[in-house]
């Protein structure tokens, strides 16, 4: 059974930096891929960066400030976030699927698999 748990969100100011952590167990193989979600107060789920053997994809909101890495020997992927601003401020969540072909990385249905979250607060 595959299991998702993020980790490492928190309180930080303006311009700060935090990096999640999302660890992964019982996928079979390392052809999966895991993206990160956010939800803001009031806001629908967003689909923030990805990761795919090898391939990355970000929103348009965070490219250049967020990097998104992957450490298959420990199966887990992280995301670093630097330059945070209030409105990276949201519930973040990461997602997975076995990779079988062409998908849509930043929309939720197309994701089995989802851990229970862990809240970024940017503020001063």
């Known amino acids: 059974q595959v299991q998702l748990v993020e980790s490492g969100g928190g309180l930080v100011q303006p311009g700060g930096s935090l990096r999640l952590s999302c660890s992964a167990s019982?996928?079979?193989?390392?052809?999966?891929?895991i993206t990160w979600f956010r939800q803001a107060p009031g806001k629908e789920r967003e689909g923030v960066s990805s990761?795919?053997?090898?391939?990355?994809y970000y929103a348009d909101s965070v490219k250049g400030r967020f990097t998104i890495s992957r450490d298959n020997a420990k199966n887990t992927v992280y995301l670093q976030m630097n330059s945070l601003k209030p409105e990276d401020t949201a519930v973040y969540y990461c997602a997975a699927k076995y990779y079988s072909g062409p998908y849509l990385w930043g929309v939720e249905r197309e994701y089995d698999h989802w851990g229970q979250g862990t809240q970024v607060t940017v503020s001063s």
């Open positions: 990761s795919r053997d090898g391939y990355t």
């Open positions: 019982g996928f079979t193989s390392d052809n999966y891929i």
